[in-house]
């Protein structure tokens, strides 16, 4: 059976990517057949993956207004373990263009039909906004992943996400769960993080992972050489969190 994350959160920053990117390494690694999907215009899970944004010439773009076959698109990268379907710039035109088009937040659901048995998972880094894009994922998706910083603002947010995968669940896609929230970036001498960690204990109880990801300098710069931290550093405490969490989901 593959399994569909969907890795969202409408805030920036908060660390999506960085847990796309680590968690698709970190289950390859154990042995999974892994496939990342980046469906963020940014491109920041193509670059932290290895696959240059500025000449990449097939992407998911292109297989959401159904010019290309999702198969074409993949890129097998030996290193890391796990495919990627890249994205760059012009998937900003996409939310537009899609509108017009039939099932449009259907579209990547409909593609990953055709290779999803592949992989015993599927991970898609969204975008920071609860836009078309996010809907496609969201519609794809089995599980949602939502990774946040522990301060103040993000509990605002949250409940609009919430509100929103509700709504998804109604009108398109019924087997849709929040399978965890994802602390990151955590620093536990900070007192107000330590505070809303506990809030958020307490209201979402196990549906927060056990696996908390340290700020780590490591899982910052790994991006910069285009491989996930793994292959960075090894012994960081980052690539050791992201191991645990993929244990986490390996698991449930
Ligand atoms: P966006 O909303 O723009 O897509 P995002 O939610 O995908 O952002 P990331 O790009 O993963 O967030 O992280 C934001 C920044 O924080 C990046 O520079 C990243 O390298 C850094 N970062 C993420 N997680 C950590 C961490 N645990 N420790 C240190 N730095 C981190
Ligand atoms: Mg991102």
Redesign the pocket.
Known sequence: MTKIFAIT?QK???????TSVNLAASLATAGRNVLLIDL?P?A?ATMGSGTNKQTVQRTVYQVLLGEIEIQSVRIRNLQTKYDLIPSNRDLAGAEVEMVTLPKREMRLKSALSQIEEEYHFIIIDC??ALNLLTLNGLCAAHAVMI?MQCEYYALEGLSDLVNTIKKVRTNFNPKLRIEGLLR??FDPRNILAQQVSDQLQQHFGSKVYRTV?????R??EA?GFGIPVLYHDRQSK?AKAYLELANEVLNV
Do not use: C, E
Request: proline letters at 20%; zero cysteines.
């Open positions: 959160n920036g920053g908060v660390g999506k990517t960085t963020d940014q920041n975008p920071p990774p990151t970036m990801i340290p700020r780590n300098i899982l910052a991006p980052g």
